[in-house]
């Protein structure tokens, strides 16, 4: 049977490289049952597959329809953004960070600021990580990375932790669990894995679970992380595995 959660904070619409627009999202997630739907596309800094703020204005106008439209859905307005280089930069502004309901973040390879060092620093790794080859000192800069791009903006949700970038899960995790930033359990990526989220356990860090959908069949579908999660009886450890209201760091 299919099983769908109640709130999904990470979906992709046609506005980056999704295939549904924001509407049929928000449609389908009603159709699901669903009490909470994020849209979160990529962010600024994605060449063609990334928002930009003129498309951001007119998301905005489409999310304020919408909430007039469908009231028994909560519609939240964020981004996926992009670390885009070894400091753990983001490509989102102070003013942008105010505009959105939710920010995301996470690595994509083509976000990557077009600069040597990050090309060195993130890139090559990226591409040794797809062919297996993971260094213990490089697992520790892609950590320190990922650490100081939490010490500075306000992000509410890590994507695919460990997805290209290999990251000291037990380090990340109490940070995260420090500053109140939610680790996601990808089920797009299969990203931590079992032996990831394990290690993930010793700290206290707090789950999310999201769909990642670029695809409307997709909206609410979180098999990988369900199966995860029942299978090591963490749902106590999932902010929206029985509630649809979570805590944001980005608001608080
Ligand atoms: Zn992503
Ligand atoms: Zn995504």
């Known amino acids: ?51 930009t703020p003129k498309k951001f204005e007119s998301m905005k106008d489409q999310v304020a329809a919408l909430r007039e ?20 930069d983001v490509d989102l502004t102070e003013e942008q960070i105010k505009e959105m309901d939710i920010i995301l973040s996470g690595y994509h390879l083509t976000a ?6 990050a090309l060195f620093n993130m890139v090559c790794p990226a591409l040794l990580w797809k062919m297996g080859h993971i260094s ?6 892609n950590t320190k990375t990922y650490l100081d791009m939490l010490d500075r903006y306000p992000i509410d949700v ?6 290209l970038l290999s990251l000291d899960y037990k380090t990340f995790g109490k940070a995260c669990a420090e500053l109140g ?42 098999d990988y992380a369900l199966n995860l ?6 749902q106590d450890r999932v902010v929206n595995y029985n509630s649809s209201e979570i805590k944001l760091r980005s608001k608080s």
């Open 1 to 51: 049977m299919d099983r769908f959660i109640k709130a999904d904070y990470h979906t992709h619409t046609v506005n980056s490289h999704g295939k549904g627009t924001i509407e049929e999202n928000v449609v389908k997630a009603i159709e699901r049952g669903m009490e909470v739907i994020a849209i979160t596309d990529h962010g600024f800094g994605q060449p063609f597959a990334g928002i």
């Open 158 to 163: 890590v994507t695919h932790p460990g997805y």
């Open 181 to 222: 930033t939610y680790v996601e359990i990808s089920t797009r990526h299969e990203m931590p894995s079992k032996e990831g989220l394990l290690e993930l356990l010793d700290t206290d860090c707090k789950f999310i679970i999201n769909s990642d959908a670029h695809e409307l069949d997709q909206i609410g579908r979180v």
């Open 112 to 117: 990557t600021e077009w600069k040597i060092p």
């Open 69 to 88: 439209k469908y009231k028994n859905i909560k519609i939240m307005l964020g981004v996926e953004a992009n670390i885009i280089n070894k400091k753990g």
């Open 136 to 141: 213990k000192a490089q697992i520790e800069k």
């Open 229 to 234: 999660i029942e299978e090591l009886k963490i």
